[in-house]
């Protein structure tokens, strides 16, 4: 297959790059390296099936970029994805996740590329629900600048549907962690925890530790991306892709203190305000539709990760440096 990645030099982006490259896929990744890193991209930079173009996804360059690859399927990843930035910045939020997408929409519609794989976020579509784990049916109910722009991609990318025969698949994220996730970032509770726990500092939680979260380990979101390509093109529209399992912020701790072998004790830090209590996504859509499950337990996962982060890490995170348990929430 021909695929083109948008975000291919971030977290989820680059491990999907490697995972298409080991399937024998020829990957043109398109990143800004706004987020992203470069070395991220290091073992598929020796692929002889991979190009990298560095160019935002929102400028008339994607176009011509898309035209000269006509990919079989784009994988769309390429976002702001700092949701307290989102709130700051409305206008540079919107810019990239809402005009970005639709200049792909746009880019596939002249390439003749109908397969795109979207990466919406699953923690921040359906707002505080009532009933978890929620299911696609629930009503979006977007609570940031972000999430609104999420779900206003999906929309664009269901209009394309609709007016030109484009097969989008929206792959609706819980909350993904995993090697190559930056623990500088606002929302990788666990890359943040790792690595503050490999450094010997104390953990901070905002709030009482109880809110949850549906954590997913990165290979298993790979998957379903994969999946999603490959599927028939009947297969349209948005899929929650998660565990359906809550694990509270405490018990987060204290399974990465047991990984890690740390005896630090959490600091507690006062809550923050608009962050939701809980989430959980029902996967039974995927499932059926991608035959998508996830296979990787949250101990082995956060053992996978703590590997990654011992061969990685030197003494990242300053200390002090506050473990945020909500903004990973909203993504
Ligand atoms: N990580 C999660 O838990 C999670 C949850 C739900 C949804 N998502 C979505 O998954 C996708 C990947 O997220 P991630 O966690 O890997 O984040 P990331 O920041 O590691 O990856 C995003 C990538 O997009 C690039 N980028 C940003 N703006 C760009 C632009 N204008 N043009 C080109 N490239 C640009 C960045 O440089 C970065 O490499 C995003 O769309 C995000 O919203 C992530």
Redesign the pocket.
């Known amino acids: 297959m021909r695929t083109l990645v948008?975000?291919?030099?971030?977290?989820?982006?680059?491990n999907l790059v490697d995972r298409l490259l080991t399937e024998g896929h020829h990957v043109v990744g398109?990143?800004?390296?706004?987020?992203?890193?470069a070395s991220?991209l290091d073992s598929a930079a020796e692929s002889n099936r991979f190009t990298f173009v560095e160019?935002?996804?929102?400028?008339p360059d994607l176009q011509a970029v898309v035209a000269g690859t006509r990919p079989d399927v784009v994988f769309?990843?390429?976002?702001?994805?700092d949701v307290r930035r989102s709130v700051t910045d409305p206008y540079h939020d919107a810019?990239?996740?809402v005009l970005?997408t639709i200049n792909i929409a746009e880019a596939c519609r002249k390439a003749g590329t109908r397969r795109i794989v979207?990466?919406?976020?699953?923690?921040?579509r359906y707002g505080e629900p009532i009933t978890l784990p929620v299911r696609e049916e629930v009503p979006a109910c977007p609570l940031s600048p972000?999430a609104a722009g999420?779900v206003a991609a999906e929309l664009y990318l269901g209009c394309y549907a609709g007016m030109y025969g484009l097969a989008p698949v929206n792959l609706?994220?819980?909350?993904?962690?995993g090697p190559?996730?930056?623990p500088h970032?606002e929302?990788?509770v666990v890359a943040i925890f790792g690595s503050a726990m490999l450094a010997g500092r104390p953990a901070v939680i905002y709030g009482d530790g109880c809110a949850t979260r549906d954590y997913v380990y990165v290979g298993d979101v790979v998957d379903a991306f994969a999946r999603a390509a490959t599927a028939p093109t009947s297969v349209t529209g948005t899929f929650n892709i998660g565990t359906g399992i809550q694990t509270s912020t405490a018990d987060l701790h204290r399974l990465m203190s047991e990984v890690v072998g740390s005896t630090e004790p959490p600091r507690l830090e006062g809550g923050r305000t608009g962050e939701i209590r809980a989430i959980a996504l029902d996967r039974s859509a995927a499932r059926a539709a991608l035959q998508w499950d996830p296979r990787t337990s949250i101990r082995e996962g956060l053992q996978l990760t703590v590997e990654w982060l011992r061969r990685t890490t030197d003494d990242v995170v300053p200390a002090g440096t506050a473990v945020t348990v909500s903004e990973?929430s909203s993504?």
């Not at 160019?55 to 400028?59: E, G």
């Open positions: 948008t975000g291919a030099a971030g977290f989820i982006g680059s398109v990143d800004n390296l706004s987020t992203g890193r991220n160019t935002d996804v929102s400028l769309h990843l390429a976002a702001q994805v810019a990239t996740n970005g979207f990466a919406a976020s699953g923690g921040s972000y999420k609706a994220l819980s909350n993904v962690y190559r996730q930056d970032g929302a990788g990973g993504r």
